[in-house]
């Protein structure tokens, strides 16, 4: 029987007036009845395609989507079917593979240059996926859901300027389009226009009053104002239209928490693990996750995150969880286990590695926990914080061996530490103050300077002081990206340590070091809004900018208090 009978193309028209009625057993009967006749019917294996796929058989749907394929290889929609069914069963390099074949065959299909882009996008390949939409873009100058794409897209590359064009494009073609308000609000807030933001994320809430991703960007934008009570609201606002969304109860959390209400911003803070954006991976153990409860009698596993900065604050509740636990294994960065098995000698200490050590996967271990949950046990307030001036301990001949060089150098002189630069990808310009803001400071009469800046910046230092007359020691026998313990001991040795918010203040401020730490008017939620003190680093005090961006002030202030800085003569 040839395919083209008046038998196939009634069992075909049958079959797909079934599956377009939702009566699924007639249009599989129907459809089977042709595929036996004519096993290697384009029309009928990928109809046999889209009713196994609505019967939620994905494999099968593969299989015949690929004979059709292969029954007609320059016909795109088959490929292009392929690649949803590929999507639903997770296999996204076979779908790109499956778009990129339909869409060879039809250049000028906008619908597979945007299906393309988008699981390019949903996979990392952000460059692939800037050029899919980009030439849909071109295909279909007025289509606003493509622009908005290309938006999304340049926004993840820290392209906020391009972003923004996008958008603008987006509003001028569709000013109902509630994403596209939104996408320039996340734009602006990201290029600092707050007051621009605000106005476009009202828009955005305007246009769709139930659009979850409104609320979470003003959320974003009152954070930035320094103003996380109105930004909690917000929050909840998006939690009442969508109340599973990850992004929504992550950013609550780092509200609450900038806030001081701690027990409250803790519990939010779990769902991390489940935002998209979050930068650190969760830890793939065996043990049953820890639920909230008591340590108490409990073998444990636990796990260091995020940055080092990150890992080296959380340590500070190790204690509290050794102090209760029966026994206690911490897996943490190699190069912060010498530090710290000499800081907490009743902890077993594991290096992270790719594959999680043999200690880790005890199988008589009860729970596992990672560091930063502890917060809701042990610090649910800001007066649960012990007040001991550093919990970690740098080696006593290291630390001597650093003090001795630099009093040799500087007889009599204040030996004062300085960083001013922070490596976070997206936060870092706000947290950074170049070399030139720290003239009054480098001014200071009898002090020394040493260089605590992670990198390599010899050169810079050099044509700075060159340029400024301003002398600031480099000293390349403590390298903190290959050996934090003699990082540690470099710190340990001096007077004071003054720096931007990275991960030199984190280890400053656990060894007890006196620590100056300069933040925007915003600071990442662990400084908390106002204070001048750190509850989790009682040797550290804070110099905030009172005007956004405006470093000068804040350097104004740091000179005249180290003016009258006096070093403990104790430590």
Avoid at 412 to 429: F, M, V
Wanted: proline share 6%; charged share 25%; aromatic share 8%.
């Amino acid at each position: 029987m040839t395919d083209n009978t008046p038998e196939i193309q009634s069992l075909l028209a049958e079959a797909g007036r079934a599956f377009q009625n939702g009566r699924l057993e007639e249009a599989e009967s129907a459809c089977d009845k042709l595929l036996k006749a004519a096993p290697g019917h384009y029309y009928g294996l990928q109809l046999m395609g889209f009713i196994r796929f609505s019967q939620g058989h994905a494999d099968a749907a593969a299989d015949c989507l690929n004979r059709a394929s292969r029954a007609e290889p320059d016909n795109p929609e088959a490929f292009f079917n392929l690649g949803r069914v590929y999507e639903q069963l997770g296999r996204p390099d076979d779908a790109i593979d499956a778009y990129r074949n339909a869409h060879e065959r039809d250049r000028e299909d906008t619908g597979t240059l945007n299906a393309l882009g988008t699981l390019l996008a949903k996979n990392g390949y952000l460059d692939d996926a800037e050029s899919c939409f980009r030439e849909a873009g071109e295909r279909a100058p007025d289509d606003a859901a493509l622009q908005v794409n290309l938006g999304n897209v340049l926004a993840r590359k820290r392209d906020h300027g391009g972003a923004e064009t996008c958008y603008r494009r987006a509003v001028a073609l569709d000013d109902t389009l509630a994403p596209a308000h939104n996408g320039l609000a996340q734009a602006l807030l990201a290029l600092g226009e707050t007051d621009a933001a605000m106005q476009a994320a009202e828009r955005a809430r305007n246009s769709k009053p139930d659009h979850a991703g409104a609320f979470i960007t003003i959320g974003n934008i009152e954070k930035a104002r320094a103003r996380p009570d109105q930004a909690v609201d917000a929050y909840r606002n998006a939690l009442a239209r969508d109340p599973e969304n990850p992004n929504a109860h992550f950013n609550l959390a780092l509200a609450l928490l900038l806030a001081g209400r701690l027990d409250e911003g803790w519990r939010e803070y779990a769902w991390r693990w489940r935002w998209q954006e979050f930068g650190a991976p969760k830890r793939g153990l065996p043990q049953p996750e820890w639920n909230g409860g008591p340590f108490a009698g409990k073998r444990v596993i636990a796990w260091g995150e995020q940055g080092i900065g990150d890992e080296i604050m959380f340590a500070s509740m190790l204690g509290d969880l050794a102090g209760e636990a029966a026994s206690l294994t911490v897996e943490c960065a190699p190069r912060l286990k010498p530090l710290f098995e000499r800081s907490f000698p009743a902890i077993g200490f594991v290096a992270r590695q790719d594959s999680p050590a043999r200690e880790l996967l005890d199988a008589d271990a009860d729970i596992q926990v990672a560091t930063g949950s502890l917060g809701q046990r042990y610090r649910p307030a800001p007066e649960s914080f012990p007040q001991r001036i550093g919990y970690l301990k740098a080696d006593d001949a290291d630390t001597s061996a650093f003090r001795a060089r630099y009093r040799r150098l500087y007889s009599g002189k204040r030996l004062i530490g300085i960083s001013w630069r922070s490596g976070n990808a997206e936060l870092g310009a706000a947290r950074t103050a170049g070399l030139d803001l720290w003239r009054p400071v480098l001014a200071t009469p009898d002090c020394a300077f040493i260089n605590l800046q992670y990198g390599d910046v010899k050169a810079e230092l050099d044509a700075f002081s060159q340029q400024s007359g301003c002398s600031v020691l480099f000293d390349d026998s403590a390298n903190p990206l290959e050996n934090m313990d003699a990082f540690a001991a470099q710190i340990a040795a001096l007077d004071l340590v003054i720096s931007v918010d990275n991960s030199t203040v984190h280890l400053s401020g656990a060894l007890g070091v006196p620590t100056w730490t300069l933040l925007p008017p915003s600071p990442d939620w662990r400084w908390m809004l106002e204070r001048e003190d750190s509850p989790w680093y009682p040797a550290m005090r804070l110099f905030r900018q009172r005007t956004a961006g405006d470093w000068t002030e804040v350097f104004s202030r740091v000179a005249d208090s180290l003016a009258a800085f006096k070093p403990d003569t104790t430590r």
